[in-house]
């Protein structure tokens, strides 16, 4: 089974932002890696993919005010966002699961110091990220409109590693999956 991941982009009307991301899980079972015992599945176990197997990053684009190009990590600096990441895939194979998860803080701040950072009194928060289930595995369902929240941050981020874990049923046909997709969906807010 192969995932592919691709680039995503997320504009707003004020400050648009870039969603990159890197590494794809290409993951593989042989019949060695079968469970052989009688009357267990793979689904009670599953296969993991190396943890920094895809890194995810999102930044604010640069821009331009009253003639005037403000760089990124300016724009990241004075413009902080709370940043929520939805995840789903498409073409998941039926009786395969997929999971995905981080850890708490992963990922580095961008830039590493904001003027955010200075104040006394910060309105969402330190710049830092956090994980939803506490950091164990989350299902990604096989439906956009379903997509569910794997973690958020405050702030712009860059190398936020990313975790699969494939959970295949014994009732899963063999074959090889190219076509299925994972999909990350940002939104931010201002609270």
């Known amino acids: 089974m192969s995932t592919n991941l691709t680039y995503a982009q997320l504009e707003t009307a004020a400050l648009p932002g870039t969603l990159n991301i890197s590494g794809a899980p290409n993951v593989s079972q042989t019949i060695n890696d079968l ?10 176990t599953g296969i993991e993919t190396e943890f920094d197997i ?10 331009t005010r009253l003639g005037v190009t403000i760089p990124s990590d300016q724009n990241c ?3 902080v966002f709370r940043y929520a990441v939805y995840m789903h895939t498409t073409n998941a194979p039926q009786d395969v699961e997929i999971q995905a998860r981080t850890m708490e803080n992963s990922g580095e701040r961008y ?11 910060k309105p969402l928060g330190d710049r830092s990220l956090s994980v939803e289930n506490g950091g164990n595995y989350i299902t990604i369902p096989n439906d956009g409109k ?20 494939i959970k295949p049923s014994t009732k899963a046909a063999a074959g090889n999956y190219g076509n299925m997709r994972v999909y990350y969906t940002v939104v931010g ?3």
């Open 35 to 44: 469970v052989s015992e009688a009357g267990e599945d793979d689904k009670l």
């Open 54 to 63: 895809s890194l995810i990053g999102f930044i604010l684009d640069e821009s």
């Open 77 to 79: 600096s004075e413009n």
């Open 111 to 121: 830039p590493e110091n904001a003027a955010y950072d200075d104040l006394s009194i």
């Open 146 to 165: 379903a997509a569910i929240k794997v973690f958020e941050f405050i702030g712009c981020r860059e190398n936020i590693p990313i975790q699969f874990k």
């Open 189 to 191: 807010t201002t609270f």
